[in-house]
């Protein structure tokens, strides 16, 4: 009797479709997608230079050393390859704007392209390679994501500092051109330094630079699997100290390769419209359908709001307000949603210094209750931001709107003119409008680029 072969391990079949990867095995609407998500990635990263933090973190990386490598974008500095996706991923993540896919709890763009990028100028690499390797590392980081990224987050694990490792080692992995075996070892090198508290949410700039360490770490293991350094190569699934068994209580492991290369789950990568975490969207959602139906409500006929939702939005965004600083602001429920009631909108306006104490919002958070729902528990993960917000006014009339999936999750997409648009805002506070329109038109054409390392020249002003 003939037995079976045994497959290879999974972390290993990951390792094969990364170094097997072609463009030409891509459809259409994969290379479509993953340039919009660049773009979008690059709006939020030229956003991101002009705060506080984001311009802390490129001095830093100035500080850490010159050198031939990768440049820092905005400021157009050249360091060493493994410095720079430490500045340009906390750039793309500063200010809670940018891609999400829901169901991996996962902002790929921040670490992907950061890490793609850092390993650009060590060789000739066209338009069509770096998107490749763009593309590898949003399907294998969001693969990762959705064996057991809600199951993370419940634990207290950020997963955009540590999930995120797998898909910045496998950009960095393809863009050196690696076959199956290096790149299983990039991934494990870069998986063992995944790192990320949610407590960061709170009172901190810290939650900002998990992505950029993320970006970092791939790029560490793709250059010391080149030089034959070597890592675990069962990171994901093994049964005792394994990515997934370690962070996780829960873990599909089938999803790592269900479809693989047929099927691409990063075409479910969403966009984000408000400058919060993604948890509120669904609220703020419900808020704007209940005032387009009631264009009079004044904020001061409000008694009260509660809104009901799921237990890891009640963890994630429902506890108690506090002013303690914008990152505070931005991950907490009751602020942006007595925000954007009381200013009539939310945007980058509604969440700086100044707006995140006002008295007039403080006031209004008091009367925000964020309940836990069993009923919006029992859909699942994938609805685990699921609302129904209800408005209570002085004169007992209430209000009443329930969504289950925000606008611009795949679920309820945005079109491409409202990306680009986005994109365009971010960039305009940086760049001319000369320059944001050769940028994008740049990323919209990247396939045709002979040369990929223009990133970091175009999103310079100088230049």
């Known amino acids: 009797m003939t037995q079976a072969k045994a497959s290879p391990p999974l972390t290993f079949q990951l390792a094969e ?38 311009k802390t973190i490129i001095q830093f990386t100035k500080d850490c050393g010159s050198g031939k490598g990768a440049l820092i974008w905005v400021d157009g ?40 990028d850092a390993l650009a100028r060590r060789r000739a690499v066209d338009g069509k390679h770096f998107l490749t390797a763009v593309v590898a590392g949003y399907e294998v980081g969001c693969r990762v994501g959705l064996t057991c990224g809600p199951s993370q987050l419940r634990r207290g694990f950020h997963p955009s500092g540590t999930t995120r490792t797998f898909a ?63 890592g675990i190569e069962n990171i994901i699934e093994a049964e005792y100290g394994g990515f997934c068994s370690t962070l996780s209580d829960y873990r599909d492991l089938s ?27 669904t609220s703020l959602d419900a808020l704007q359908k209940i005032r387009s139906a009631h264009p009079e409500l004044r904020p001061q006929e409000i008694d009260r709001i509660v809104v009901r939702t799921t237990r890891t939005s009640t963890l994630h965004v429902g506890w108690r307000y506090r002013p303690d600083s914008v990152t505070t602001a931005q991950m907490n429920l009751s602020y942006c949603l007595a925000a954007a009631l009381i200013d009539g909108q939310f945007s980058v306006d509604q969440v ?32 685990r931001y699921a609302v129904a ?24 997409p945005l079109s491409e003119s409202e990306i680009i648009s986005k994109y365009k805002l971010l960039a305009s506070k940086v760049l001319s409008p000369p320059k944001v329109q050769r940028l994008l038109e740049a990323v919209l054409r990247l396939e045709r680029q002979e040369d990929a390392s223009f990133l970091g020249a175009l999103t310079s002003p100088s230049n």
């Not at 050196?176 to 998986?191: C, M, N, Q, S, V």
């Not at 790592?256 to 969207?281: I, Q, R, S």
């Not at 006002?358 to 029992?378: A, W």
């Open 389 to 412: 917000l209800e408005l209570y006014l002085h004169d007992g009339i209430s209000l009443k709107e329930e969504v289950l999936q925000a606008r611009g999750s795949e679920a309820c």
């Open 17 to 54: 479709f990364i170094s097997r990867l072609q463009v030409e095995s891509l459809p259409t609407e994969v290379i479509s997608h993953v340039k919009l998500c660049i773009l979008d990635t690059l709006g939020c990263a030229l956003y991101g230079s002009t705060l506080p933090w984001g």
């Open 77 to 116: 500095a050249e360091v060493p390859s493994p410095n720079a996706p430490l500045a340009n991923g906390t750039l793309v993540h500063s200010f809670e704007l940018d891609d999400i896919h829901r169901d991996a709890v996962l902002h790929p763009g921040a670490v992907t392209l950061p890490a793609a």
């Open 352 to 383: 700086t210094e100044a707006a995140i104490a006002r008295s007039d919002i403080l006031q209004l958070t008091q009367r925000i209750q964020v309940v836990e729902d069993p009923k919006l528990n029992g859909l699942g993960d994938r609805y």
């Open 168 to 230: 910045a080692a496998a950009a960095a992995a393809k863009m050196l051109r690696f076959e199956a075996k290096p790149t299983h070892h990039a991934l494990g090198i870069a998986g063992t330094q995944g790192a990320g508290l949610m407590a960061a949410q709170a009172g901190s700039m810290v939650k900002r630079m998990h992505p950029g360490r993320a970006a970092q770490s791939g790029v560490y293991g793709a250059l010391l699997a080149a030089q034959g350094f070597t």
């Open 255 to 281: 999803l790592l390769t269900k479809g693989l290369g047929e099927e691409f789950v990063l075409l479910n990568v969403g966009f984000k419209l408000y400058p919060c975490c993604a948890n509120n969207h």
